[in-house]
Structures are given as structure tokens and as C-alpha cells.
């Protein structure tokens, strides 16, 4: 029986047994700037063309507690028939949709990064208790109010739907801060300098606060008008701020002001200009479209790389803009694993941050590239550019996803993908197995490691005794070598610096293959009874139903 607060749904317990499947890199559709504006171009960015929830599991390996921001834009399941998105899941498949997700992407969050889910009402609450499940309740920051429209629709039905929601959630709030913001030219322009002060521009303040003389006695004492000589008490109800050793210094460092006259029944505090630029200003929680745009912004800036087909629903790049500065710095990595239009790769680009986005939709060729490519090239004159003082440079690699490892053949025997070839059979086996995958040509056995003296070795071979011996004696002593091989023949507990495992038996129970789409709730699905396996070598197929000797 449960016995905590949560958000329940028809299949939440159904949870999918992904495959970590490998990235393919196409260079064709890789883009790098023709002419470098920097020595320091970033290139390290990645643009993956698949299922979402496959690609996050992809990137766990290599990025797990790397991610500094994750902003995701996910469809909002208003039942509406977008062209580039189906946005009328069923509620639950919807939040199994989600949670699936957000599970792996706080795995990849690091320890001071956060969460940023653009949401609108429809499904915003859910979505809250579903987050304070899986990041923990503790780690809620705010939800922020995004002023969506520059003005109300007159044909709303009951209230004009003028804003999204931001949730916003840190990996851990006890180490998370958000950056400060750049203060405005509105906000400078109240300050003032009447007196002259060689400090520059300054603005005055409360001298007193909200505490009355019985709560804070230290604070009820009385203080001298340097221009009138007169004694002056504060209100027992609201004493000074400071007590007596902060004021004196207040005093010396001529911080005190008492009006044009000087003869102001209290005393105010001078604070510079110059001071509070340097950390900035605290960000609010709403946000309006006079600061961080509004949807027709955004429907202009896309217009600029596709105006035949724009996307229906971008996010303005001022918005990206606000959320990276206040959750990164330069050079941190950002990933959007819905990434529409691919605003967030154009902001984050422009402003020195690495990349990763995500796009299951045939708009990763027809937006995302043109976009990034004019990005790159510096002819994006719009959004923020003029903004951050972008002008060109930098890069991106584009991946897909590489098929199922493992794919039934018309007998319902689950056989090795065709696709794969011998250095993806390789990378694929290592992922699955937690080693990272890295090939050495001084030693063909060596296709990956997890540790300094612990390796793997593919292969679709059988190995016979002989084989192994040779094997072993190459690992040497203090050395450890993962064997991963169509069959062996000979004891598996003979030689101390070998594992054996036969290939089908070892994958074919670690997840579920053979889905590629993960947009709706894939239910676990049972996997085939029969033993046959089959493995790819020169020449075609061979069955490796044989019983190790």
C-alpha cells in the first residue's frame, strides 16, 4: 500500500525498458562556419534527429550530471491538431509521456543545473506534482508567468488566455542560485546625483524598518541632524534599520542624506549606482512581453529562415535569452530535447553556450538546419543578436539515432539488426554494457573500457580454447577483459582475467527492442521464449544455437 502524497494514472507503473541506443554521425548535414571568427569556435554542439526519450537515454552515458540547463518546450496536450506535433494525447499517456522524460533528464542535470517547462493551464498543476515527484518537492524554484500575447483576445469564450507558465526546478536547490539579471536603462535613470557626490548617481532609501522598540531595543536610540543639531527618535513602532556601530559608519562614509535643505525630519540611506551594477538585479516571477517578447515576436524571428512553412508554436528568442542567463554561464552545456523550431540552439549559440537539441520532426531539416546554419554564418540579424554582439562562428554535428540493436526476422527469431556493422555491433554492445567505447589499434581486443584496467572485446566470432588462452595471456595480469562473443567453447571460470558472455544471451533481456517511437505509452512487452539468435559476419547469417564445450 502507498503511503506518500503522489499523482497517480492509468499505467503509471507501465515504465519502458529503453535502449541505450548509439549516436550515428552524418557529416553531410554537419555544419561548421566557412571562415572562423575566434580560435576558440564551439563546434562540440550536437543536433540529434530522433525519438525524443531514445535520445535522452543515448546521451546518459556521456553526459550524466554534465547539463547545466535543461529548457524543454513539450507539446501541451490541448487536443489541438498542430502540423508539426500531435498535441491530443490522452491525459495519462500524456504524464507517462512526461515522467519518462523527466526521470532521464535529471539524471543528467549536474548537481548546480536546472530544470526550465514552458506549460499552459491545461495541464500546468499536473505537471507541477508530477515534477515535485521526480525532483523532489524541496527542489521547486517558482513558476514563473509568461506574458505569452501583447494583448487580450476579445474572442475569448471566458477569460483571454494571456500567459504560460514556467516551472521551474533545480537539480539540487541547496546549491542551485540563479545569475542576477543586467539592470535596465529605466531602472538607471532613477538615479540621480542633486549634491553633486563624487560616487556618482545614487537613489535614496528607508532609514527605518518594520520592528517596533520593544522587539528590537538595540535599534531605539537617538540620532543628531549634523545640519540642525536636532535630536531625532525614530517611531517606537518602526525603529531604525541599523544599529549604532552601522550608523556611525554610515555617518563617516557621509552615506546619510536629509533633503535638498538638509532638514529632514529623518535620515535617508545613499545607495550608488555604481555598486549594484556589478551583481545585477534579482529576477521576478512574471515576466512581460515588453522584456522577454510575445508570440508574434517569435512568429517573426522564424519567419526570417522559413517563411513558407513557419512553425506554429516558437518561444521569442528574448525568452531563451532570459532563462540562460539566469541558469548558465559561458561554455555551460544546454539541451532541449523538444526543440521545435530550434530557438533554443540559435540563443544559446549566440551567447557562448554548448548545445544539445533533440527533433523527432522532419521541421530538424527544414527549420532547425537552415536556422543554425545562417546562426553560424552571422546572417541572423534578428532575435538577439544585436543583442549579445553576435557575429558568426561556431559549429554543430548532427546525429540520428541508430536503429534497434536487435529486430525479429519473419520466424519471430530475434536476429541482429542488418545495419549494424562490425564497429557499430561494437559500440552498441559497450553501451549497453556501461563501457565507454573507444577503440585501440594497439591492441584489437580492446573496444572500450570502464576503468583504467577494465576492458571490452566484441566479437561475432566463436572462440575456441586456444583463442581464449591467447586472449588472456595479451590481457596480462592486472588487467580485466569483458569478452562479448557470438559462442566460446572451453570452461567460462578457466582464465582469472576473463568474462565471458555469449552476445544474444547478455542483450536480448536488458530492454525492449525493436520500438523506435516512444510518443505514446509503450507498455514493457514480453520478450520471445525462443533462444535463436542470429549475428551478422561476412558471407551472411549463422544461427549460434550452439552449446558451449
Known amino acids: 500500500m502507498r503511503q506518500k502524497l503522489e499523482l497517480t494514472w492509468i499505467g503509471k507503473d507501465a515504465r519502458p525498458k529503453l535502449e541505450p541506443r548509439i549516436l550515428l554521425s552524418d557529416p553531410k548535414l554537419s555544419y561548421h562556419a566557412k571562415h572562423r571568427v575566434s580560435g576558440d569556435d564551439i563546434f562540440d554542439n550536437q543536433l540529434i534527429f ?3 526519450l531514445l535520445a535522452l537515454k543515448a546521451l546518459e552515458q556521456d553526459f550524466s550530471g554534465k547539463l547545466k540547463c535543461v529548457f524543454i518546450d513539450p507539446p501541451y ?9 500531435d498535441d491530443g494525447l490522452e491525459h495519462s499517456i500524456w504524464l507517462g509521456l512526461m515522467r519518462d522524460r523527466l526521470d532521464v533528464i535529471r539524471r543528467l542535470l549536474s548537481e548546480n543545473g536546472s530544470l526550465w517547462i ?13 515534477c515535485d515527484e521526480v525532483f523532489g518537492r524541496v527542489n521547486f524554484v517558482a513558476n514563473v508567468v509568461w506574458q505569452k500575447k501583447y494583448a487580450p483576445a476579445n474572442d475569448a469564450l471566458w477569460l483571454s488566455d494571456s500567459h504560460d507558465h514556467i516551472l521551474v526546478y533545480a537539480k539540487n536547490k541547496e ?35 518594520a520592528k517596533n522598540a520593544d522587539e528590537r531595543p538595540n535599534l531605539y536610540y537617538p540620532i543628531t541632524n549634523p545640519n540642525t543639531g536636532e535630536e531625532i527618535w525614530p517611531k517606537r513602532t518602526r525603529v531604525w534599520a541599523f544599529d549604532q556601530s552601522s550608523h556611525q559608519k554610515h555617518v563617516a562614509d557621509q552615506m546619510i542624506y536629509w533633503g535638498k535643505d538638509g532638514k529632514n525630519s529623518t535620515p535617508r540611506l545613499k545607495k550608488f549606482l555604481s555598486k549594484l551594477k556589478s551583481p545585477g538585479r534579482v529576477a521576478a516571477t512574471i515576466w512581460l512581453h515588453d522584456e522577454v517578447g510575445h508570440n508574434q515576436d517569435a512568429n517573426r524571428e522564424q519567419q526570417t529562415f522559413n517563411a513558407n512553412d513557419p512553425f506554429k508554436t516558437p518561444k521569442p528568442e528574448k ?24 530557438t533554443t540552439g540559435a540563443v544559446a549559440h549566440k551567447m557562448g553556450r554548448r548545445w544539445i537539441m533533440v527533433e523527432l520532426g522532419e521541421h530538424c531539416h527544414t527549420h532547425i538546419i537552415p536556422r543554425m546554419r545562417k546562426v553560424i554564418d552571422g546572417e541572423d540579424k534578428g532575435g538577439v543578436t544585436e543583442a549579445v554582439g553576435w557575429e558568426g562562428g561556431g559549429g554543430f554535428r548532427y546525429f540520428r539515432l541508430a536503429p534497434s ?56 566470432q566463436t572462440l575456441n580454447a586456444n583463442q581464449l588462452q591467447a586472449l588472456s595471456e595479451e590481457v596480462g595480469e592486472g588487467r580485466s577483459l569483458l569478452v562479448c562473443c557470438a559462442a566460446y567453447r572451453g570452461s567460462a571460470d578457466r582464465f582469472d582475467n576473463l568474462t565471458l558472455k555469449k552476445i544474444p544471451k547478455m542483450v536480448l533481456s536488458k530492454c525492449e527492442w525493436g520500438h523506435d517511437d516512444y510518443s505514446l505509452n509503450v507498455e514493457n512487452l514480453p520478450m520471445q521464449q525462443t533462444p535463436k539468435v542470429e549475428l551478422p559476419r561476412q558471407g551472411g547469417l549463422f544461427s549460434i544455437e550452439e552449446e558451449q564445450t
Open 50 to 52: 530522433g525519438d525524443n
Open 77 to 85: 496536450n490541448t487536443g489541438s491538431a498542430f502540423s508539426h506535433y
Open 118 to 130: 514552458t506549460i499552459d493551464d491545461n495541464e500546468a498543476h499536473y505537471l507541477k506534482v508530477l
Open 175 to 209: 546549491v542551485w542560485r540563479p545569475n542576477k539579471l543586467p539592470r535596465t536603462q529605466e531602472q538607471d535613470e532613477l538615479y540621480k546625483n542633486p549634491d553633486k557626490d563624487h560616487r556618482g548617481a545614487w537613489m535614496s532609501d528607508n532609514y527605518t524598518c
Open 319 to 342: 525568452l531563451i535569452h532570459r532563462i540562460l542567463t539566469l541558469a548558465t554561464n559561458p561554455g555551460d552545456i544546454v539541451l532541449d530535447s523538444f526543440a521545435g523550431s530550434g
Open 405 to 460: 540493436l536487435l529486430q525479429q526476422d519473419r520466424w519471430g527469431n530475434w536476429v541482429i539488426n542488418k545495419e549494424y556493422n562490425v564497429e557499430m555491433l561494437a559500440a552498441a554492445i559497450c553501451k549497453l554494457e556501461g563501457f565507454t567505447y573507444a577503440p585501440n589499434d594497439a591492441h584489437y581486443w580492446q573496444h572500450g573500457y570502464s576503468t583504467e584496467t577494465d576492458f571490452i572485446y566484441v566479437t561475432t
